[in-house]
C-alpha cells in the first residue's frame, strides 16, 4: 500500500512570493490533515479534511494561506504571500476514519519551505 | 485545552542499552489517546505505538513499550536494546474525543545513540 506523498520535497521562494504544496492520502482515507513544523518544535493543525468539507481551520492564518480538498482525494495548501516565518515543514497526514481521537494518522515527506 | 511536555531536549544512550523518553500530558477529556512518533533527520513522521486512555494494559510494539500512567498523566516510551537507526527525534501527541481528532504535539526529544 503506497503511503501519503507529499510535493514537492523542498522549495526556496522569496518573501511576498507565493507557494504550493500537493497532498495524495493513502488510498481510501477520508480525513487528510496539514500541520505545520517550525524548527524545533512540534507540529501544529493548519487544517483538517473531512472527505472534501473542512472540519477545523481555526489555525489557518487565513489571510495569507488557503488549502482545498476538491473531489475529497489529493489537496492543496497555498501561501500567498509568503513571509519569513512561513520558513517551516508542511506535513500532510492521513486517516482511514472521519476523525476519530483513536485513529492513527499516517504521514508524509514533509515539504520543507524556505523564505529568504 | 490539551497539553503535552516533553522535558528532555536532548537525551543519550548506548547501543543496546534501554532508554525511556518522558511525556506528560494534561486534557480534562475522560477519552484520548497516546501516540508517539519518531521523526528522523529525513523528516517523515513514522508512528511507533498508541495507547488508549481506556486501555487496561501498556502498548508494546516489538522493541517499544509505552509506560501509561493514568493518574500521573504521564505515557512515557521505553525503547529496548537501542539501535544505532534510533537516533531521531521523537514526538509524544495526544488526540482527545473533543477535538476531531487532531494530534496536540509536544517539544520533542532528540535520541542519540551511541556506538
Known amino acids: 500500500e503506497a503511503g501519503v506523498a507529499q510535493s514537492p520535497r523542498y522549495k526556496i521562494i522569496e518573501k511576498r512570493q507565493s507557494v504550493a504544496f500537493w497532498c495524495n492520502p493513502i488510498s481510501g482515507h477520508a480525513t487528510l490533515y496539514w500541520y505545520q513544523q517550525i524548527l524545533g518544535q512540534g507540529p501544529k493543525l493548519l487544517i483538517q479534511?473531512?472527505?472534501?468539507?473542512?472540519?477545523?481551520d481555526s489555525q489557518l492564518p487565513k489571510d495569507r494561506f488557503s488549502a482545498e480538498r476538491l473531489k475529497g482525494v489529493d489537496s492543496t495548501l497555498k501561501i500567498q504571500p509568503a513571509k519569513l516565518e512561513d520558513s517551516a515543514v508542511y506535513l500532510c497526514?492521513?486517516?482511514?476514519?472521519?476523525?476519530?481521537?483513536?485513529?492513527?494518522?499516517?504521514f508524509g515527506p514533509g515539504t520543507r519551505l524556505t523564505v529568504l | 485545552a490539551q497539553k503535552i511536555t516533553q522535558t528532555q531536549p536532548g537525551m543519550f544512550v548506548q547501543e543496546k542499552e534501554a532508554v525511556t523518553l518522558d511525556c506528560t500530558y494534561d486534557?480534562?477529556?475522560?477519552?484520548?489517546?497516546l501516540f508517539w512518533y519518531k521523526q528522523p533527520s529525513s523528516g517523515e513522521m513514522i508512528f511507533l505505538i498508541y495507547?488508549?486512555?481506556?486501555?487496561?494494559q501498556n502498548a508494546t510494539e516489538g522493541r517499544y513499550s509505552l509506560n501509561f500512567q493514568k493518574a500521573r498523566k504521564s505515557a512515557n516510551l521505553v525503547i529496548s536494546a537501542s539501535q544505532l537507526g534510533d537516533s531521531a527525534m521523537y514526538f509524544c501527541?495526544?488526540?482527545?474525543?473533543?477535538?476531531?481528532?487532531?494530534?496536540?504535539f509536544g517539544q520533542g526529544t532528540t535520541l542519540q545513540v551511541k556506538p
Open positions: 501527541a495526544m488526540s482527545a474525543s473533543s477535538n476531531t481528532g487532531k494530534l496536540i
Open positions: 486534557t480534562s477529556d475522560p477519552s484520548y489517546g
Open positions: 495507547q488508549g486512555s481506556y486501555d487496561q
Open positions: 497526514a492521513s486517516t482511514i476514519t472521519s476523525g476519530f481521537h483513536t485513529d492513527t494518522q499516517y
Open positions: 479534511f473531512q472527505n472534501n468539507g473542512v472540519v477545523d
